[in-house]
C-alpha cells in the first residue's frame, strides 16, 4: 500500500533521514519506535508532504507521493492524526469533528462518520458542545484521532498517541487503534511506548537516529534482545 524506498531528509544542513526503508501492506498495523529525535515525526511528515523528501521515493497505492500537495495526500486516504493533539481549542467537540471532514468526498459521509466517532468514543458525545481546549489531555487525543477518521482513511498516520497519557488511558487508545484497525483502516504509528505498540503490530521498525536499524514482526522485535536493552530496560 505505501513503499518508501531509500529516503533521505534533511533539515537545512542537519541531515535526519538516511536511506529509510519502509513498506505497510494493507491492513496492517506498522509501528515504527525509536528515542526522541530520532526522526519519527520526520518520516511521518514526509509521508503527508509537510516537508519534501531531499532523495528518494514514497508512493501510496502505486501514485507517487512526492508529485502531490499536502491536501492532495489526504485525498489519497492518508491522514495524518499530529504530535500534541492539536485540536482546534475555541471550537467544541462536535465542531471539531466537523472540521475533519473538510473533504469532499467525505462529506457525504459526515453525520455516519459522526456516528461512528460517538461509538467508538462515548465520552466524546457525552462532551460534544464541550470547547476542545478545555477537554481533558486523553479526551484531546480521542478528538484528535476522531477527527483524522472524519475524513475516511484508508491509511492513518498517528504520531505518539499515548504520549503523556496515564496508564489506564494508554490501554485504551492501544485497544481503539487496534479496533480501528478491524474496522478496516491501516495504520501506521510511531511510538515511545515500545511495549504496548509492538503487542498491537502486526510489524515494526526500529529507527536509531535517522536510519532504519531493524524491523520484523511486532513478536520478533518484542523478543529481540537490542530492542529489549535499548527500550525496555530488560
Ligand atoms: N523544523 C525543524 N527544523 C530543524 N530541525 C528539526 C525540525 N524538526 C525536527 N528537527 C530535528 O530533526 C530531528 C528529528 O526530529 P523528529 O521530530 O523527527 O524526531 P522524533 O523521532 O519524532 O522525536 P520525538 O520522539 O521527540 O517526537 C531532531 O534532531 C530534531 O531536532
Ligand atoms: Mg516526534
Do not use: C
Not at 467508538?120 to 481546549?133: I, N, S, Y
Not at 491509511?155 to 497519557?165: F, H, I, M, R, W
Not at 536499524?213 to 535499548?230: P, Q
Amino acid at each position: 500500500m505505501l513503499t518508501i524506498h531509500t529516503l533521505n531528509f534533511s533539515y537545512g544542513d542537519l541531515k535526519v533521514l538516511w536511506d529509510v526503508d519502509l513498506q505497510v501492506n494493507q491492513g496492517e498495523i506498522v509501528t515504527v519506535v525509536g528515542s526522541n529525535g530520532a526522526g519519527k515525526s520526520t518520516t511521518l511528515k514526509n509521508i503527508s508532504r509537510l516537508v519534501k523528501p531531499t532523495s528518494g521515493s514514497l508512493t501510496f497505492n502505486g501514485t507517487d507521493l512526492t508529485k502531490l500537495e499536502p491536501h492532495q495526500v489526504v485525498e489519497q486516504g492518508i491522514v495524518q492524526v499530529p504530535e500534541g493533539r492539536k485540536i482546534f481549542p475555541e471550537m467544541t467537540v462536535l465542531e471539531n469533528l466537523r472540521m475533519g471532514s473538510y473533504i469532499k468526498s467525505s462529506r457525504g459521509d459526515r453525520e455516519a462518520n459522526i456516528d461512528r466517532a460517538f461509538t467508538l468514543f462515548p465520552r466524546l458525545k457525552e462532551r460534544a458542545r464541550q470547547l476542545g481546549g478545555t477537554m481533558s489531555g486523553g479526551e484531546q487525543q480521542m478528538l484528535a484521532i476522531a477527527r483524522g477518521l472524519m475524513a475516511n482513511p484508508k491509511l492513518l498516520l498517528l504520531d505518539e498517541p499515548s504520549l503523556g497519557l496515564a496508564p489506564l488511558f494508554v490501554k485504551f487508545i492501544f485497544d481503539i487503534i487496534t479496533e480501528i484497525n478491524r474496522q478496516g483502516v491501516t495504520i501506521l504509528l510511531v511510538e515511545q511506548n515500545v511495549f504496548q505498540s509492538l503487542r498491537i503490530s502486526h510489524r515494526a521498525y526500529v529507527l536509531e537516529t535517522g536510519r532504519v536499524v531493524l524491523s520484523g514482526t511486532g513478536e520478533a522485535l518484542l523478543n529481540d534482545e537490542h530492542v529489549k536493552k535499548a527500550f525496555l530496560g530488560m
